[in-house]
Every structure is written in structure tokens, then in C-alpha cells.
């Protein structure tokens, strides 16, 4: 059953003039009873109508037609304020040109042209300032065409290009108001794929951005200007994975760096220019911590430096012959060497260590069989080597100590030449030539023969322990032919020769003699082929000799005397008698000293 409200709406209600022609229809579009739409007519044809669209009670289009009836002019209030804020104008019912207010100042805004009912171009004041600032141009209804003066310099800074679907295809702009277009991005499928752009004005693109979804993957750079893009970032879901730079402007890229979650974790470089990767650093926390060199472009690591909070060098790795395996270590603390350590047999044993002190070695230790003990030790000195000390491997031992100069030659050694773990052979050196050796024939550990040498190599003096083997008690000198010169000796170890014998060819020829240890000759021995042929000897002390003996095999034969000591000779015996004598004859001169120095300061 139809109710009595329905009944009495009338959705259409027809108005007519005096002369029964058409002058009004009123409509009620939406059948809530009330009507929302009056076209008005004049001898039959509609001339004018108004229109309520959204039902709110109140006009909001108003439309003017033309002599055949159609709209040529309609007129809108979009925002229900009660002013007309849109005008559309028609040709043969199909838009022409839509005029627009958007913010409701009475000046039209937006206007927007068709053809055969298409939008064709759509020009825009964005600011109100009674200048157009945006112009889209439409293909097919959808945009083609997009320039836009965002600015408001009256200079065009954007340009869009779409396809046929209107979907943004390209974007030209110009991003820091130089005037000129800048900046290019291209879309697809509405997503922008890519961006190029000059950051320097000069008119060619130097940075170039390119995008997976929203996300940028790609970004190369031209940083010196030079046309070359010499540097390269790639990306992950927004967040940089890769850099790679050409530092060398040779079109390679000579610096790779890599990222994890945006921080750098390792850095690949190039430095010969070679095209191949011979340096790796490592970094954690944004910090350097390790660095790998590839020294002889082989391809292969073969120096690995750890690095400590500072970014200095805490640990070295080397691959001294580049068979893949590091053989010197090398320890810092305070980027200060402290202690290396080498495997310089390449057997992968480290046998040598080497200790530092404030940065210059002080000690190198070399361990040949492993067992934990060092067979060789150089002790160093202000960065040169001082001391050589060699062990025996078997008995571990020394068997040589070397003192060296600070241009490294030898200047002293001990050594045990016999393996009996006891030095027996001391040797001094002068410009790289021996001037002193001493020797242990005996075993007993301690020298009892000392050698002293002339710049040719030839011995020149040595002196003997003989008693005690403690202190020295004889002293020889030798002949540049070899043959003994002079020998002297001490007989009660003061260290004050009292004996000297002269030779002659290698045979004795004098001996002076202090016989009393009061430090002056008292005695002298001559001798004629070996045998003792004559004695001088100084009895008071005034160095004068005041007995004169003459020898024949070991018998005296004749004894003369100075008794009154004035340095005449005034008594003689032969064969043990009394001899008269006419006249006083002179005493011989006075008795040389001893000639023999003192013993070398190596016995002390």
C-alpha cells in the first residue's frame, strides 16, 4: 500500500504561460518531496536553469542555454558558500572552458580549455597573485604536459612530460632558481626511476640518482667537474650498501667501499692504479680496525695490520715471500714497536724474535729447533747492533760472544772452540783487523796466553800465565820475522817485570834483572851464542855495575870489583885469585832498566 506521503510528492511539476506553451519544469531529483531543479523556457525552449546538486536546499548551479536549447554557460558554487566560484562554458553541449575561483576572492583562478569535450590545457595561479604559474596541457584527456613556475619569478622551473595513459613519464626542473632546468627525473608506471642533475650549473649533469619502488638504488657522481663519474653509491631499501670512487680520473674505480646497515665496514682500494684491489681496511663502530695490502700486485694479501681505538697500528701480519703465509709478526702498543717476532726459513715455525724499547730494538733472539731456548742473540745498542751471542744447539751453552761497532764490524769475541761450554779464546778487533787474542789451551775456563798483533796480522807480544794461571808472568816480544825480541818476567806476581831477555836472531843476547824487587835493574847478563859469557851487577844500588864477572862454559874465570864504588875497577881475581893490577881501569856504564811496560789491562 503506497503511502499518503508518497502520494502527495510530485516528482514533476510542469508550469505553462498564458499562451499554453511550456514556461517552467520543476523536479525533484532525488525524491525526498522536495524540488531541486527549475528550467526555465521562453516560447517552449529552456533559456535558463537552476539547479540544488547536493540537496541541501539551497541553488548551487545555474545554466544558460542557447537558441537550439543546449547549455552554453553553467555556472557552480562547489563549496555550498552561496557564491558562484566555477564557470563552464559550452559548445554544442561539450565544455569549451572552465573558469575557476578556489579560494572564494572573486578572481578567477583556474582555467582549464577543451576540445570536442577533452581537457586540452589547464592554467593555474597557485598564489592569488593574479598570475598563472602552472600550465597543464592534456592529450586525450589525460596530461601530457606539465610546466609549473614554483617560484613565482615568472620563469617556467618545472617541466613534466606523460604517456598516453597520463602517467608521468619525465621531469625537468630547476632546483636553485639559476633559471636554468636542472634537475631531470624520469618515471615509470608513475614511480620515479631516476634523477639527473647539475649541482654546478655548468650545463651538464653530475649527479644521477636512480630508484627501485621508492627507494633509491644508484647514485653517480661527477665531483670534479671533468665529465667523469667518479663516484658511485648503491643502496638497499633506501640505505647504502655500496661506494665506489675513481680517484685517478682514468675511468676506474680505485676505492670500494662497503656498508652494512649504512656504516661503513670495509674499504677496497687500489693504489697503484693497476686495476686490481691490493688494500683492504676493516672498520667497526664507523672506526678503523684492520687493514690487508697486497705489496706485490699478485693478487693475494700479503700484509695484515690490526689497529687499535686510536686508528694506530696494534699488530702486523707479513708475507716476506708471498706464498700466502704470513711469517713476521710485529707488536705496538702506543703505535711504539714492542716486539716482532719472523719465520725466516718459511717452514712455519717463528724462530726469531726480536724486542724493542721505546721504539729501537734492544734484543733479537733466534730459537732454530723450537726448543723454547734461543741459539743466536743480538744485543742492540741506540738502534745498532752491540752483541752477538751464540749457544750451542746441543748443549745450549754459549759458544761465541761478539761485540760489535756501531757500523757493525767486530770489535771483541769470546769463544768456545772446543765445545766444552768454557770460553777459550778472547779476540780484539781494530778496524775489522785482530790486535789481541787471548787463549785457554788447558780447559780451565780462563785465559793464560794473551797475543798482541801489528796491523799486518803479526804477532807482536805475548804475554803468559805460567804459574798459576791466574795473573800473568811472562811477557815475550816478537820480531816482525817471527823471531822473539825480548822476554820478560815477573817472578813473585806484583805484576814488576824483574827478568828481561834480549835476544838476538832468535838466540839470548842480555838479560837485565832486578834480583832484589826494588823496582831497578841490578844485573846484566850478557850472552855470546846462548851461553852466559858475562855478569854485571850493581851491589850498592847506584845503578853502576861494581862486579864484573867473565864466564868460560859455567865457570867464572875472572871477577873484577869497584870496591870503593867512584866507577873504577880496582880489584881482580882470576880463577878465584887475586890478580895485582897497575893501574885502576874504568867500570862499565851504568846498567839499563828493564824495557817491558806493564801487563795488558785484560788480566784485571
Not at 446 to 457: C, I, K, S, T, V
Amino acid at each position: 500500500m503506497v503511502g499518503a506521503s508518497e502520494t502527495e510528492c510530485v516528482p514533476i511539476v510542469l508550469l505553462y504561460d498564458e499562451n499554453e506553451s511550456l514556461s517552467e519544469r520543476r523536479s525533484d531529483t532525488n525524491r525526498d518531496c522536495n524540488h531541486d531543479e527549475f528550467v526555465y523556457y521562453v516560447d517552449g525552449k529552456p533559456v535558463r536553469s537552476e539547479r540544488d546538486r547536493d540537496h541541501d536546499g539551497r541553488l548551487d548551479s545555474w545554466s544558460r542555454y542557447d537558441a537550439t536549447g543546449q547549455v552554453h554557460l553553467r555556472e557552480l558554487d562547489t563549496t555550498g558558500d552561496g557564491r558562484i566560484d566555477r564557470w563552464i562554458e559550452y559548445v554544442d553541449s561539450l565544455p569549451k572552458l572552465q573558469r575557476d575561483d578556489s579560494n572564494a576572492d572573486g578572481e578567477v583562478d583556474i582555467r582549464s580549455e577543451f576540445v570536442d569535450g577533452q581537457a586540452t590545457r589547464r592554467e593555474e595561479d597557485r598564489d592569488y597573485d593574479g598570475r598563472s604559474d602552472r600550465w597543464t596541457h592534456y592529450l586525450g584527456g589525460k596530461p601530457s604536459m606539465l610546466e609549473e613556475d614554483r617560484d613565482r619569478d615568472g620563469v617556467v622551473d618545472l617541466h613534466a612530460e606523460f604517456d598516453l595513459d597520463g602517467t608521468r613519464l619525465l621531469e625537468h626542473r630547476d632546483d636553485n632558481g639559476d633559471g636554468k632546468l636542472n634537475v631531470t627525473l624520469y618515471f615509470r608506471d608513475g614511480q620515479q626511476i631516476r634523477a639527473e642533475e647539475d649541482t654546478t650549473g655548468d650545463g651538464e649533469k653530475d649527479l644521477i640518482t636512480t630508484y627501485v619502488g621508492s627507494s633509491i638504488s644508484l647514485r653517480s657522481s661527477d665531483t670534479t667537474g671533468d665529465k667523469l663519474f667518479d663516484l658511485r653509491q648503491h643502496f638497499e631499501a633506501g640505505i647504502k650498501t655500496l661506494e665506489e670512487r675513481d680517484t685517478r680520473a682514468d675511468g676506474l674505480y680505485d676505492v670500494v667501499i662497503h656498508f652494512e646497515a649504512g656504516v661503513r665496514v670495509r674499504q677496497d682500494v687500489d693504489t697503484t692504479g693497476d686495476g686490481k684491489i691490493d688494500s683492504t681496511l676493516y672498520f667497526a663502530a664507523g672506526n678503523q680496525v684492520r687493514q690487508e695490502r697486497d705489496r706485490n700486485g699478485d693478487g693475494a694479501m700479503d700484509l695484515w695490520v690490526d689497529l687499535d681505538a686510536e686508528g694506530r697500528a696494534s699488530r702486523e701480519e707479513y708475507d716476506s715471500n708471498f706464498d700466502g703465509k704470513f711469517d713476521v709478526v710485529r707488536l705496538y702498543t702506543d703505535a711504539v714497536i714492542q716486539r716482532e717476532e719472523s719465520d725466516r726459513d718459511f717452514d712455519g715455525r717463528f724462530e726469531t724474535t726480536r724486542h724493542f724499547a721505546a721504539g729501537q730494538i734492544v734484543r733479537s733472539e733466534t730459537d732454530s729447533d723450537g726448543d723454547g731456548t734461543s741459539e743466536r742473540t743480538v744485543f742492540f745498542k741506540d738502534g745498532a747492533a752491540n752483541l752477538l751471542e751464540m749457544r750451542s744447539v746441543t748443549r745450549g751453552c754459549v759458544e761465541l760472544r761478539r761485540w760489535l761497532d756501531k757500523a757493525g764490524d767486530v770489535t771483541a769475541e769470546e769463544k768456545d772452540s772446543d765445545g766444552d761450554c768454557k770460553i777459550d779464546s778472547w779476540n780484539y778487533y781494530e778496524d775489522q783487523r785482530l790486535v789481541r787474542q787471548a787463549r785457554d789451551t788447558e780447559g780451565r775456563g780462563r785465559a793464560h796466553l794473551l797475543y798482541e798483533f801489528d796491523r799486518q796480522g803479526k804477532l807482536t807480544i805475548q804475554e803468559i800465565a805460567g804459574a798459576n794461571r791466574t795473573k800473568p808472568d811472562q811477557k815475550v816480544f816478537y820480531e816482525s820475522s817471527g823471531q822473539v825480541e825480548r822476554q820478560c818476567t815477573d817472578r813473585d806476581g806484583d805484576g814488576v817485570f824483574e827478568v828481561q831477555l834480549t835476544f838476538a836472531e832468535g838466540v839470548a843476547s842480555y838479560a837485565l834483572i832486578d834480583s832484589d824487587n826494588t823496582g831497578k835493574t841490578d844485573r846484566r847478563e850478557i850472552y855470546r851464542a846462548g851461553e852466559l859469557v858475562r855478569v854485571e851487577a850493581d851491589t850498592n844500588g847506584d845503578g853502576r855495575p861494581d862486579v864484573v864477572q867473565e864466564y868460560r862454559g859455567q865457570r867464572v874465570v875472572q871477577q873484577e870489583e869497584d870496591t870503593d864504588f867512584d866507577g873504577q875497577i880496582d880489584v881482580r881475581f882470576r880463577d878465584g885469585e887475586p890478580v895485582p893490577m897497575e893501574n885502576a881501569v874504568e867500570a862499565p856504564g851504568v846498567i839499563p832498566q828493564i824495557d817491558c811496560g806493564r801487563f795488558s789491562g785484560f788480566w784485571r
